[in-house]
């Protein structure tokens, strides 16, 4: 099955045009360089995932210093100071309502082991996990089957979907891109309050909705609803979490305290493999959440747990979601003003240094091609990365979501490059 008209093959397989891609040799800041020597600004930190910039002496020397002294231990066997002492700076990031951090190879287990946990929690009586149209939670079978993601469940049939619940916009919210209060409301009435396990929710999309916040009165109704109901609340914060959005959390703000939070791509800010979920005093009480999850192989392991714990103390002793903040700000306004003058893109959105610039809807409607994917092309012909977004012609996007390190004149080139790119895609000479 192909997706229908408007979607995004780039953001269905990111990337996945068929088109060759250069070959990347070494990084460092906010730059990569490939093969044939050209240098490429990371304008989306990878995956949104390089928060650090690439290179940072601090965290490669931990990771030497790790990798000499012992790469893998099984938590089954052994306990290790670096994946102790993480877990204890992650609680205290997090606040005295968590109580244990469980650990995965990425941002996609950590969504399952919550969806895990949740079940245990209603000990198998409750399935219903409700989720927002537009979302996305990962790509493993569980993970995928709650994302609110047609293009990138395009082809599979049904997943591990049965107990799933995409909460869309309904029609009278037109102008809105995430459903709102009354939505979730009726979604709780329609699948039956008892019946709700969990709901998942990204403080500010990424892949699906092209960096829309959910607003802090949705986060906290959605609080409401669940105490009420006695659904877990878990919130996705794989994007978002340790500073991409101007603080360490993204849900912060809006002063909600989730049951389950759900970590990744931040965490080790893709120096490794690494994701997380938190875990809450109200889920499973009195028992181990890690024992109950049982978990990976190499969940946790010394040499992932060691760099996350290089990367945290990085991003506190540099400030980094003030950074973000600040350079956001600066971001965004430099973003209003390339887009002011092409008549395909709306204002830039999102938070922090999780900013989008939105194809208009009107012309990504009309577009032979998406074109939020021509533009990650053309950027990357003009040396700048950026990330296609969103699922269908009225979330399409560009990601535009440097490392939180970027400096001004890495910012410069930037601008420069993608106002030359998006001058090509408008002339129609990027062909
Ligand atoms: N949740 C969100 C909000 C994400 O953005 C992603 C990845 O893009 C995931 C989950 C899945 O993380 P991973 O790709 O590390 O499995």
Redesign the pocket.
Known sequence: MTPDTGLLPGAAAVGGSGRIRPTAVRASGARVYDDRGRDYIDGSSG??CVNLGHGVPEVLAAMRDQAERICMVHRSQFSHPATAGLTEEVLALAGPRYREVVYTN??????ETALRLAMLHHAGGRTAVLTQLPS?????AG?LGVSGHPPRRAGLGPLHDSSAVSVPVAPAGADRLVPGRQEWEAAFERVGPDRVAAVVV?PV???ASGAVPTPDAVLRRLRELCDTSGALLVV?????GFGRTGEWFGHLRSGVTPDLV?T??GLSAGYTPI?ACLVGHRVLPGHSATDLAFGHTMGGNPLSTATALAVLRYTAAHRLPERAARVGAVLRERLAAIAADLPFLGAPRGRGLLLALPVRQDAAAHAREPLAGRICAAAERHGLIVYPAGIDHRTQAVLVTPPLTIGDEELDELGLRLRRALRAVHDGTDR
Do not use: I, L, Q, R
């Open positions: 995956p949104v990425s941002g996609s287990e950590a969504t996305y939670h990962g790509m493993t993970a990204e999309g990424g892949a996705d914060e794989v994007m978002t759900v990744g791509k994701g």
